[in-house]
């Protein structure tokens, strides 16, 4: 019930197009769902977050859908770049108690120019 | 968002010996520290968890006497790989989460490598 699944494993798009990678959860008490960006050799860096009081939330050409009823969350990466081909991790927390992260199991996207 | 640094970035040691490795958060009160460890292209894997002033908690399965987790202020927490194993040559990652915040902000990682 602490899994977050996480698909596709790895993910290949055209430059401009765009790239969609789907979590899934079972626990209903996640309430803060982040997603967060690494690169080779580097530590995670926050894209952008969701709670579940909201369905949709946008940051620049980073889109976080969010499907409460199915508990399911997506990120979407509007005309995706080179420069964004890295590995993606969604998570889910409860922001209560210790606060620790289920981490899904990543997404390799590779954009090509 | 924090900026919090890891040191050093890289280590390679023998078997047997001890590293020490640094999470410093450099903008921001740290109630929270995290430490991780991640495999090549795997996932995150959470080993502890700790507080400022307390003994960290740590997962099921993380030996607490291997490694040692010290958390003395708000700004800096200590992961100590005791009797390093070729087996513990890991990127090791810690992250930062203030108090009344939901955000784990994470260092640059370090990469140990143990001969």
């Known amino acids: 019930q602490q899994q977050v699944k996480q698909s596709p494993q790895s993910l290949i798009v055209q430059k401009g197009g765009i790239s969609i990678i789907n979590c899934a959860y079972e626990?209903?008490?996640?309430?803060?769902f982040p997603w967060y960006q690494q690169f080779p050799g580097k530590g995670p860096a926050l894209l952008i977050a969701i709670r579940p009081d909201v369905s949709e939330k946008k940051e620049g050409r980073f889109t976080i859908s969010f499907n409460k009823s199915a508990k399911q969350f997506s990120l979407h990466i509007m005309d995706s770049q080179p420069g964004d081909s890295a590995t993606y991790f969604c998570?889910?927390?409860?922001?209560?108690?210790?606060?620790?992260?289920?981490f899904g199991t990543g997404t390799r996207l590779k954009v090509l120019a | 968002g924090a900026v919090v640094s890891q040191h050093p970035s890289w280590v390679i040691c023998k078997s047997g010996t001890s590293v020490k490795i640094e999470c410093r958060s450099l903008?921001?009160?740290?109630?929270?520290m995290f430490w991780y460890r991640q495999f090549p292209k795997q996932s995150l894997m959470l080993m502890a968890t700790s507080n400022e002033g307390s003994k960290a908690t740590y997962e099921q399965g993380v030996e607490k006497d291997k490694f040692l987790i010290n958390h003395a202020s708000l700004t800096l927490s200590t992961l100590t790989v005791t009797s390093a194993h070729p087996e513990d040559s890991s990127f090791y990652i810690c992250s930062e989460q203030g108090a009344g915040t939901d955000t784990q902000y994470f260092g640059p990682g370090t990469r140990l490598t143990v001969l």
């Open positions: 626990n209903t008490a996640f309430d803060y």
């Open positions: 998570a889910a927390s409860m922001t209560s108690g210790t606060y620790k992260y289920i």
């Open positions: 903008d921001f009160q740290a109630t929270t």
